[in-house]
């Protein structure tokens, strides 16, 4: 125990951990590669406030005001196109995904594209693969990365994120993919100064004998009794970090201050394969 950590600030410490760092992931040797300050954190809060201008997300700050009270009770609001929701039906998520892919063309005009950071970076840390969009055999495309709005109490619990362990899908080209990664670019903290509520990577990749426990709630029971070593994320705006979701995962419950607001992609790769799929 005692050197599961992330590697911080750059890429430079990611390279010099490993000389590979996605491999290092898809092992679970490496829990996480945090790149601080990969965005602009300055042009966060004008590119938040155009979105709540377009009525894309809810602007919790009006409470506060005393401004009408929103009757929207979701804890989680998305800008983006997300398989895991709307995978279910195909047909609408590939249409969803494309007016996404519209709306992404002109929402950061006039500011830097931060869906660009982070492609750049993961191009940076998969060396000499090709990272893009995923995409189906006839070429239509997934959502390229999506904005999640976290409201106050919204919480995930410990889990995994995987198209075909978790979600059983076979009918996606992404499903191929061994490893899947996430990419989460803190917009917001729910703490107005400072690193907000921090995500907790466990040393523990999912195999169908922890399922119980992730099921039952109990994982943080079985994480004690079999001395499950864990690391947190303490991300300021502007930070990118990279992690294996199949590693067990959890962000408590956010604050009441404001919204936790990341900018996230799912990541398919295979150590074998020269492309890299990126969706939401
Ligand atoms: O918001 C985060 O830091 C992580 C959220 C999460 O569970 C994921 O992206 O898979
Ligand atoms: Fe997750």
Redesign the pocket.
């Known amino acids: 125990m005692g050197d599961w950590t992330p590697t911080e600030p750059g890429f430079d410490a990611a390279f010099a951990r490993t000389d590979d760092p996605m491999l290092a992931m898809c092992k679970g040797e490496l829990p996480a590669v945090v790149l601080r300050g990969a965005y602009d954190a300055t042009q966060c809060p004008p590119l938040l406030r155009r979105f709540t201008d377009m009525g894309l997300m809810r602007d919790a700050e009006g409470l506060l005001r005393g401004e009408q009270v929103s009757k929207d009770a979701r804890t989680r609001i998305d800008i983006g196109t997300s398989l895991g929701n709307r995978g279910g039906d195909k047909e609408r998520f590939l249409q969803h995904a494309e007016a996404t892919h519209h709306l992404f063309r002109f929402l950061f005009d006039g500011y830097d594209n931060p869906v660009d950071t982070i492609y750049d970076a993961l191009a940076r840390l998969s060396v000499g693969k090709t990272v893009k969009t995923a995409e189906e055999p006839d070429g239509r495309r997934y959502g390229p990365a999506i904005f ?1 709005v976290h409201y106050e109490g919204h919480t ?1 619990k410990p ?1 995994i ?1 995987h198209v075909q362990l978790r979600e059983g899908r076979v009918d996606y080209a992404v499903h191929r993919y061994q490893h899947q990664f ?1 990419g ?1 670019l803190c917009f917001q903290n729910d703490a107005r100064v400072g690193t907000g509520t921090e ?1 907790t990577l466990h040393d523990c990749l999912w195999t169908p004998e922890i399922q119980p426990h992730i099921a039952a709630g109990t994982f943080p029971d079985y994480a004690a009794a079999n001395d499950v070593d864990n690391c947190r ?1 303490a991300l300021e705006v502007g930070d990118l970090y990279f992690f294996n ?1 199949r590693l067990i ?1 959890e ?1 408590p419950a956010v604050k009441q201050e404001q919204a936790r607001i ?1 900018l ?1 992609v799912f990541i398919g790769y295979d150590p074998d394969m020269d492309e890299v799929f990126v969706w939401s």
Do not use: K, L, N
């Open positions: 999640r995930y889990h994120d996430a989460v995500a994320v979701t995962h962000v990341v996230a």
